[in-house]
């Protein structure tokens, strides 16, 4: 707002203090022209990232912090330094809305039960029932369900399958391997998913469905995350980051991301220098397909076993190559 210093030259002096103190007062309600500071903490925890920001050490936080956030203290600098790692900078209203148009939120946004499970809930149930024999007989230790139709394609030398149930953990690790540099393509497959509870974990916190053998079974929608990475050599640094973010080791460790696992589940199609090979055997029944896991040298008999179970599905052997920490699942070893 201007006014003429002639105008105030030529008005009388109670007056020209009665305008200043008018121009006061409104300069006081105008919007500052100073530029407003962004709450980077307050909005990574709005994207559900909280915890990933907190793994950014000290050099990574100075790499790829915005210069202008120098001054800040550590951990709003840490959350500068994820936002811009994603490509997302500005201010709040920026933020937002170039993370509404991110892949991994347009991939890892959706947390309703899937559609194929809803419109064929009755045939997926029956094929869960018929599943629990294998589980009940100790030929295997869980099982997931997907439809065969909808088994994503992919390049085996380049792709990881991760399995998890919590979307905040989703989120977390491809925003991770982001601010490390990966890009990978991302297809998001949900899965009926059961699995024998093991003791060791402590205190289930929902409800498990008791087996005829004593064991308790875990039973929810999951989902696989196919990320198809550019190089082959990728999915090597990947297993890296898994195991120093995303694996757990104690109840109380610090520095992993959002909901990270005891055995993190995931597993290639190829050999890798960090899998262990294990079988999947394949059960298919009226379009849907279950992966049971056997160790290699016990798949050929447990097959059979299967097999014989129920004269309606079909079952095959598929090799893959899982994580350490899943191995010793196997194995019997809870870590």
């Not at 997907?146 to 380049?158: I, Y």
């Not at 393509?185 to 003791?199: E, G, H, P």
Request: hydrophobic share 40%; with cysteine.
């Amino acid at each position: 707002m201007r006014i003429s210093a002639e105008i105030i030259l030529r008005t009388p002096l109670s007056r020209t203090f009665t305008i200043l103190a008018g121009l006061t007062a409104i300069l006081l309600l105008q919007p500052s022209c100073s530029k407003q500071t962004t709450d980077y903490t307050a909005l990574v925890a709005e994207l559900e990232l909280a915890e990933l920001a907190t793994t950014f050490n000290e050099e990574k936080t100075k790499r790829l912090a915005p210069k202008n956030t120098d001054r800040l203290p550590l951990v709003d600098r840490q959350s500068a330094a994820l936002l811009a790692s994603l490509g997302l900078t500005g201010n709040r209203a920026d933020i937002l809305g170039l993370w509404t148009t991110h892949p991994i939120y347009l991939k890892l946004n959706k947390v309703e039960e899937p559609a194929w499970l809803t419109l064929r809930k009755g045939t997926v149930m029956d094929f869960a029932s018929r599943l629990t024999k294998p589980l009940e007989a100790s030929i295997s230790t869980g099982y997931n369900i997907v439809p065969g139709s909808l088994w994503p394609q992919f390049d085996p030398d380049r792709t990881v399958v991760y399995g998890h149930n919590d979307w905040k953990h989703a989120k977390q690790l491809c925003a991770l391997l982001h601010s490390e540099g990966l890009k990978p393509s991302i297809t998001v497959l949900q899965k009926q998913s059961a699995f024998i509870y093991n003791d060791d974990w402590g205190e289930p916190t929902i409800p498990l469905v008791p087996l005829k053998n004593g064991k308790r079974l875990v039973v929810g929608v999951e989902f696989d995350l196919f990320l198809e990475f550019e190089e082959k050599e990728d999915v090597e640094r990947f297993a890296e980051l898994v195991t120093r973010f995303a694996k757990k080791d104690s109840p109380d460790e610090a520095g992993l991301i959002h909901d990270a696992w005891w055995q993190p589940f995931y597993r290639t199609f190829i050999p890798t220098t960090f899998g262990q090979p294990l079988t999947v055997m394949l059960v298919q029944y009226q379009g849907y397909r279950a992966n049971l896991i056997s160790l290699p040298k016990d798949a050929s008999e447990k097959i059979k076993q299967i097999q014989s179970l129920d004269p309606d599905w079909t079952v095959e052997p598929v090799t893959i190559w899982v994580n350490p920490a899943f191995y010793r699942f196997q194995l019997g070893d809870y870590r």
